[in-house]
């Protein structure tokens, strides 16, 4: 079965770190762009941090320099370190499989890892 | 950064009748738009794609169209299945990938 699965979300003080996993079946990552997109609670969706092509990593501007995806090849897994969290960084945090190439679409979505920053 | 847009917020349409949703960017995307539906505790499904071709196996109840700044996703014969959040997304300037607030649709 093609899946993504989420882990590692937890209850975190601020200022800090956490790192997310997303484990893929059915499919290799290896040649797919892979991202993460967030949803604080009772709001709308938020693009995160997406890997591309050569390797190529972006973030969003909230996010930028203190978060950083990876990925594991041998193990199928796509990460996200979140370092120095904030209030803000509380939300459901969605990894997703981009469909194809310049089509920047996300149509494989897991289900989601619940990640809450507060003291 | 290109904002999107979504009205209206909530749109409540009886069973069998056909619900518009609108998409406006802030400056062209062409038609690197994206549609995705979410129920209540489920991730985002994703259902159109380039503005208007269907994800796989997706019902032709779903159809989305438009380019440059203006998007329409017209879901006709409602269904009660289809009561849920729907979100558009832009892939032409990026980054940031931006998605718009959203459109509750309700079934009367």
């Known amino acids: 079965e093609v899946q993504l699965v989420e882990s590692g979300g937890r209850l975190v003080q601020p200022g800090g770190s956490l790192r997310l996993s997303c484990a893929a079946s059915g499919f290799t990552i290896d040649d797919k762009y892979m991202t993460w997109v967030r949803q604080a609670p009772g709001k709308g969706l938020e693009w995160v941090s997406l890997f591309y092509s050569g390797h190529s990593k972006y973030y969003s501007d909230s996010v930028k320099g203190r978060f950083t995806i990876s990925r594991d090849t041998s193990e199928n897994t796509l990460y996200l370190q979140m370092n120095s969290l904030r209030a803000e960084d509380t939300a459901v945090y969605y990894c997703a499989k981009v469909i194809m190439g310049a089509t920047v679409a996300f149509d494989l979505w897991g289900q989601g890892t619940m990640v809450t920053v507060s003291s | 950064e290109v904002v999107l847009t979504q009205s209206p917020a909530t749109l409540s349409v009886s069973p069998g009748n056909s619900a518009t949703l609108s998409c406006t960017a802030s400056?062209?995307?062409?038609?690197?738009l994206a549609w995705y539906q979410q129920k209540p505790g489920q991730s985002p499904r994703l259902l159109i794609y380039d503005a208007s071709t269907r994800a796989s196996g997706l019902s032709v109840r779903f159809n989305g169209n438009g380019s440059g700044t203006e998007f329409t996703l017209i879901i006709s014969s409602l269904q009660s299945e289809d009561s849920a959040l729907y979100y558009c997304?832009?892939?032409?300037?990026?980054?940031?990938?931006?998605f718009g607030g959203g459109t509750k649709v309700e079934i009367k």
């Open positions: 997304q832009q892939y032409y300037m990026w980054p940031p990938l931006t």
């Open positions: 400056q062209s995307v062409s038609t690197k």
